[in-house]
């Protein structure tokens, strides 16, 4: 069962269903995996699935007993150069939804959200999610909800008594490349916003963010 190729489809599915295919996915499982079978999902259930004769349809077949290992996290976080490498690996760890924040620091404004998007599928695919994440639109930091946010904080790094776990926690913030400006610090600790260590190291965002939702999936 590992190897059989996995495919999202942005639709409800249902058994005995012909759900038109695109040309890609033909594709890719005629002429790049070899085979005309394969696994579809959506929405927390998988599907066996198999190619028509005419290559027009995947015929979806009987429900998997494949559970979804997805969890309830939202990941905030700052737009970052590598932001491919990031969202892929938050994607793999679970994560329900992905909100990109813009903050005094982020230097990644002109983000290409369709690729980000056909990335976070993929992702999905690959983890054995049966579910993707919802990807938000990007809000300003002033405009950010800060109740129940846990943020991970890197003045862990410059001596600052922070917490090494926070029981409870869904709803995780990662900065920027440079990392939160103190007036950001100022206005999250003045909101009651709890800080998470992630050691006392300073670490790239990209690694920062799969540190930081271990620990809180992981709680």
Same mark, same amino acid.
């Given at each position: 069962?590992?190897? $059989?190729? !996995? ?8 058994? @005995?269903?012909? /759900?038109? *295919? ?57 737009? $970052?150069? !590598? ?8 994607? @793999?760890?679970? /994560?329900? *939804? ?122």
């Amino acid at each position: 069962m590992q190897n $059989i190729p !996995r495919i999202f489809l942005n639709q409800t599915l249902n058994q @005995q269903e012909m /759900v038109p *295919v695109d040309k890609n996915i033909v594709h890719y499982l005629r002429h790049v995996m070899r085979r005309n079978d394969c696994l579809v999902f959506n929405n927390g259930t998988e599907y066996n699935a198999i190619l028509s004769e005419d290559n027009n349809f995947l015929i979806i077949g009987q429900k998997t007993k494949h559970t979804d290992p997805s969890n309830k996290v939202i990941f905030y976080f700052a737009p $970052i150069k !590598r932001l491919d490498e990031m969202l892929n690996m938050v994607t @793999q760890l679970g /994560v329900a *939804v992905l909100q990109p924040v813009i903050t005094d620091r982020t230097v990644a404004r002109h983000i290409n959200w369709n690729r980000m998007q056909k990335i976070i599928i993929e992702a999905s695919e690959q983890s054995g999610r049966n579910s993707i994440p919802q990807l938000l639109s990007p809000i300003q930091f002033k405009d950010l909800d800060f109740k129940d946010v846990v943020v991970a904080d890197e003045r862990a790094g410059h001596g600052k008594n922070v917490a090494d776990r926070v029981i409870g926690c869904e709803k995780i913030f990662v900065g920027p490349e440079g990392g939160f400006s103190s007036q950001e610090f100022e206005i999250m600790d003045k909101n009651g916003v709890r800080g998470l260590s992630l050691g006392k190291t300073i670490l790239r965002a990209e690694v920062a963010a799969v540190v930081a939702v271990t620990k809180v999936v992981n709680k």
